[in-house]
């Protein structure tokens, strides 16, 4: 009896003993088996980390634009970018009221403070009035407009919902492209605009003159008359047209050239007895786009016209920008290209190389005178001249 008693108890006791082990079994596995079921709580990959822009380094500023509303009073957009694939650019405008210091203008607006390229123009229209105009560069708007010497800005819109009778003091005659040939193509429709002074906004001009492809120059002449230049409709010829009531109406004159020249452009300089025209264009055997085919002089005020010079491989080749009329009426004519400057002092009919003084090209007019870029320079640097003959350095500092 006790013997089986004994072995009842061992019995018991490894029962017990197999029951705690199972127990302690089943304890450990279910919460594991949790841990595997719970979505939740299932390990995750790791987040996908996006590379990081590849911004670069910055590149070292530019004045790339100017003008001047006075003869001590200018704007300047100043810029610069980084180097990387994914860069990024920053603009800012400059502005003098002595002609020697230059105070920098941060943009408030995101879009002309940080620009994707560094792009646009800016035209002073007298006093504190300013245009930053062509700013392109995938921005929601081509054109800003301030009045209080670029401290504030607001949009100007480039269609015109205007029409003046004459063009209004300090305003730019300008064109606007109607249809072009095909998307990013060249214009080939153009209708004068006037950019006005007090708002930057362009309004359509009453009465332009009857010319296809219109070319006017932006400001008026020393004695106040407007000139554009174009082709007559119905023959093609080449005319100028000059306005001395401020567009309300034109004379238009036909520019005596040869049939078998096809000059892309006619630009007009001079004012009173001494006026040119002067006819440049790529020629069939050149890659120069400002090629000088032909000059044309008026004596008369531009009724009638006479051809002084043709591009039959003298000099000058190339015409950079405006030609200036000096005030002794010598002409003068920048280069396109890195080479000297000419003067004619026999009314355009030949000319002589400057070879002292600086070398120009993108030569234009200003309120006040005249700019030009220095040629085969750094970028950035620009000279100005009150007459077309004194040129001294524009220094931004």
Do not use: K
């Amino acid at each position: 009896m006790r013997e089986n008693a004994g072995v009842g108890v061992e019995r018991r006791r490894h029962l017990i003993i197999g029951l705690a082990l199972t127990a302690l079994v089943v304890g450990v596995a279910i919460p594991l088996l949790r841990v595997d079921s719970d979505p939740e709580r299932r390990a995750a990959p790791a987040p996908t980390v996006p590379p990081r822009p590849d911004v670069g380094r910055s590149r070292p500023p530019v004045v790339y634009d100017l003008d001047f509303a006075g003869e001590r009073h200018g704007f300047a957009l100043w810029g610069r970018c980084t180097d990387g694939v994914d860069f990024r650019c920053e603009r800012r405008l400059l502005v003098t009221e002595d002609g020697v210091h230059w105070r920098q203008q941060a943009f408030a607006e995101p879009e002309l403070a940080a620009p994707r390229r560094l792009t646009g123009r800016v035209v002073a229209l007298g006093g504190d009035r300013l245009v930053l105009t062509d700013l392109g560069a995938g921005g929601p708007h081509d054109r800003y407009f301030s009045a209080d010497g670029g401290r504030t800005w607001r949009v100007a819109a480039t269609t015109p919902d205007l029409r003046v009778s004459t063009i209004p003091a300090d305003a730019v005659l300008e064109t606007r492209c109607m249809e072009r040939v095909r998307t990013g193509a060249d214009c080939w429709w153009r209708r004068l605009v006037v950019t006005l002074p007090d708002s930057g906004e362009r309004a359509w001009l009453a009465n332009p003159p009857a010319l296809d492809g219109p070319r006017p120059e932006p400001r008026a002449a020393a004695d106040g008359s407007w000139w554009v230049t174009g082709r007559d409709p119905r023959s093609s010829d080449w005319n100028v047209a000059v306005s001395r009531d401020n567009g309300a109406s034109w004379s238009v004159a036909v520019l005596p050239t040869d049939p078998n020249l096809l000059p892309a452009e006619v630009t007009v300089t001079g004012s009173g007895p001494n006026v040119y025209a002067l006819a440049t264009g790529r020629r069939a055997d050149g890659w120069e786009s400002r090629s000088l085919f032909a000059i044309y002089r008026s004596t008369d005020g531009g009724r009638t016209w006479t051809q002084t010079w043709s591009g039959t491989g003298g000099q000058p080749r190339t015409l950079g920008g405006t030609a200036v009329v000096q005030p002794d009426g010598a002409l003068f004519i920048a280069p396109n290209d890195v080479g000297p400057a000419y003067r004619s002092t026999d009314g355009g009919r030949s000319f002589q190389p400057i070879l002292d003084g600086p070398r120009l090209n993108s030569l234009r007019r200003t309120r006040s005178g005249y700019l030009a870029n220095a040629s085969g320079g750094d970028g950035g640097r620009f000279l100005s001249s009150p007459d077309g003959v004194r040129w001294s350095d524009v220094r931004f500092r």
